[in-house]
């Protein structure tokens, strides 16, 4: 409900598996289709990342992979299909 008030996109990975959940509001935000897969999600959302932002973002996951932490949290910039940029 607080995701949804807020309008927070959110996701989460499985490494084990290699798929990902979403909630309908990162699908807004995405642009996510049904034809993208949970699969095929990680490829898709690194494509969307404002190309100002990829390092950080790439750094932050690199870390988080390799240490013990359970979560992560990062804000950035995202490019929507339309073109435009949202927070």
Known sequence: TIAEKSQIGIWEWESENQKA?????LENQLG????????????????????EDKHGVYEKMQ???????VLLEYEYRIIRKNGSVLR
């Open 21 to 25: 959940q979403w909630n309908s509001i």
């Open 32 to 51: 996510i289709t049904e034809s993208i897969q949970p699969e095929d999600f990680y490829s898709y959302w690194k494509s969307c990342l404002h190309p």
């Open 63 to 69: 870390h988080f992979t390799f240490s013990n932490a």
